[in-house]
């Protein structure tokens, strides 16, 4: 058990809804991050979040969003659903000493993942 | 360009082979880590192991062992006498550190193992 937690573990929804993923970190880790993994794909970066504030950006689509609130739970919001967007979606924690650098120093603990179905 | 490259896609091995894994990366920055994360058939990913770049030297655990050269920027992890509950994917991972942003984390597109009984 990382001590990540995600819900809903499995979502089957239609073409064109929206869905709200959940992520409540590990305790103490300040640093959260969503992953997108399709069929056969490896690991796609979509945002990071660090103490509430977003940190990065990778290949997000317009139609996501994300935020983490302060009890640093984050949520990621999936709208105007595609067939393509079916896949298994990661959240991970990690520690972060804060200070000027925000510097991680550990290891992405990984939730089990939501998986999408778009039908 | 791929920050973290695996090259081998897919490996197939008889049961009680040794089989490495291949990782190469690319960075600027002097210090950073280095990962693999497991994901076995059920989805989720497990972390194996975290290296610093300060850290060269080689890891030993069980039947998993690791390689890291900085020379040649490789991180390879050999399993040793695989088992059929070593098939999975395995992801290497490197994680920079980028001010006010906290680290960055590149992952690479994943060796699939299998080990044939």
């Known amino acids: 058990d990382s001590g990540v937690t995600q819900t809903p573990k499995h979502l089957i929804t239609a073409t064109g809804q929206r869905v709200t993923l959940r992520c409540s970190p590990r305790s103490g880790d300040l640093s959260v991050y969503w992953y997108q993994q399709s069929l056969d794909q490896g690991l796609q970066f979509l945002i990071q979040y660090y103490n509430g504030e977003e940190r990065a950006k990778g290949n997000i689509l317009e139609r996501f969003s994300a935020q983490q609130f302060p009890d640093l739970h984050s949520e990621l919001n999936l709208s105007s659903l595609e067939l393509g967007d079916s896949a298994l979606y990661f959240c991970a924690s990690s520690v972060a000493t804060g200070g000027q650098g925000y510097r991680d120093t550990g290891e992405l603990f990984f939730g089990e993942g939501s998986r999408l179905t778009v039908l | 360009a791929q920050k973290v490259t695996q090259a081998q896609t897919e490996i197939s091995v008889v049961e009680k082979e040794d089989v490495t894994l291949d990782c190469v990366y690319e960075?600027?920055?002097?210090?950073?880590?280095l990962f693999w994360y497991k994901q076995p058939p059920s989805g989720e990913l497990v972390f194996l192991i975290r290296r610093n770049s300060f850290d060269e030297q080689n890891e030993i655990s069980g039947r998993y062992s690791w390689n890291f050269q900085k020379s040649t920027s490789s991180f390879n992890f050999t399993i040793t006498a695989s088992q059929v509950v070593d098939s999975a994917v395995y992801f290497c991972?490197?994680?920079?550190?980028?001010?006010?942003?906290?680290?960055?984390?590149?992952f690479g597109t994943g060796t699939s193992l299998t080990v044939i009984p």
């Open positions: 991972a490197l994680s920079e550190s980028v001010q006010n942003t906290g680290n960055q984390f590149y």
């Open positions: 960075t600027r920055d002097t210090t950073y880590y």
